[in-house]
């Protein structure tokens, strides 16, 4: 049966309507909802869109669209992917210099998800704004009996350090002694920013060596890895990014 002229404007105003979807506030009721029209709103579970069918409601919770997750297809569905690395010393590096700083050469990748690590620059760039994990555990021998101190860091691309661990001459037995450091930190970073492990002694001769990762009864690990925890980076960032989406100027309180 034909529709009616009234039909037909009713359907297209009802359409049209549904353009331009509304959020409200709170949880609806079924009387509210006309059957099969979705609708969205803010809950304390977030944004959640309910729908009217048989007279009973249902709903499906939204998720959060994350910009630091790349988005990737497998065989059988879609996988978000979070920026995650660590790679470590496949070969030793030996007679680290005196008095001036010397790159760690972490050569070799074990897991880097958004391949964000240089094997030739030892860096790590960043992929994503937001708060990272980092962590090192460096395994060292051969230091000088005369070295004064030496002093393991991470760096990143403006010469900020973080994570220090610093040795003295009362810290080894014998030149040939191994001795292994870790430390970890959280830092925010910006897209582009670069993070590196770093060495520096004083004192001694450049005998010092990073020692490979080694499986034996002597063993030895070297890593360098870290994850993101969250593509916010800090509370003012998340004040800022709340004001914008409430139609405020965008500027967090200090």
């Not at 964000?116 to 030892?122: D, E, H, I, P, R």
């Not at 900020?160 to 014998?174: P, S």
């Not at 030149?175 to 004083?202: E, L």
């Not at 960032?237 to 965008?250: K, P, Q, R, V, Y």
């Amino acid at each position: 049966m034909a529709m009616s002229r009234e039909e037909r404007i009713a359907r297209k105003i009802q359409h049209t309507k549904q353009e331009r979807l509304q959020i409200s506030e709170g949880v609806p009721s079924v009387n509210e909802l006309r059957t099969g029209v979705p609708v969205v709103r803010a809950t304390t579970e977030g944004l959640v869109e309910y729908t009217k069918y048989n007279n009973a409601l249902y709903k499906k919770v939204l998720d959060r669209a994350d910009i630091a997750r790349t988005r990737t297809i497998t065989t059988d569905k879609e996988v978000d992917i979070l920026p995650i690395f660590q790679v470590y010393v496949g070969s030793t590096q030996s007679n680290m210099a005196v008095g001036s700083e010397v790159d760690l050469q972490f050569n070799t990748v074990s897991i880097d998800t958004i391949s964000g690590y240089t094997t030739s620059t030892y860096l790590y760039t960043i992929s994503a704004s937001g708060i990272y994990y980092l962590y090192y555990n460096v395994t060292m021998s051969n230091f000088d009996s005369g070295m004064t101190a030496g002093q393991i860091q991470m760096k990143d691309g403006d010469g900020n350090y973080f994570a220090i661990c610093r040795l003295d001459d009362k810290e080894f037995t014998a030149d040939s002694a191994y001795v292994s450091r870790n430390a970890n930190a959280i830092v925010n970073f910006s897209v582009g920013d670069t993070v590196k492990v770093t060495y520096y002694q004083t004192g001694g001769d450049a005998i010092a060596d990073i020692i490979q990762n080694t499986s034996s009864t002597a063993g030895a690990e070297s890593i360098f890895g870290g994850y993101m925890i969250t593509d916010v980076k800090s509370s003012r960032a998340a004040g800022s990014a709340a004001a914008e989406g409430s139609g405020g100027n965008g500027h967090a309180a200090s």
